[in-house]
């Protein structure tokens, strides 16, 4: 299944990031809110569709990489 899918952070506390993410950059399809400290994700709507366990793994593997949250960024697959 191919995926295509834009993220951009949205706010950022000690505990949590939450990022906005879709197929369309300017009309998200949903939020997904990550605990920084287990670093797993959930999704606002609660559906954790294959586009939001792409988006996830695909922040998720940023921030190991940078050691840093990315402010936004784009997901293919």
Same mark, same amino acid.
């Given at each position: 299944m191919a995926i295509s899918s834009f993220f951009a952070k949205l706010q950022e506390t000690a505990e949590e990031v939450t990022y906005s993410f879709g197929k369309d950059r300017e009309q998200p399809d949903d939020i997904l809110v990550f605990d920084k400290t287990l670093l797993t994700a959930e999704p606002m709507s /609660?559906? @954790?569709?294959?586009?939001?366990? =792409?988006? =996830? @793994? /695909?922040i998720c593997r940023r921030y190991r990489h940078l050691r840093e949250w990315p402010d936004n960024g784009y997901i293919a697959s």
């Open positions: /609660g559906l @954790r569709t294959f586009g939001f366990e =792409a988006t =996830a @793994r /695909g």
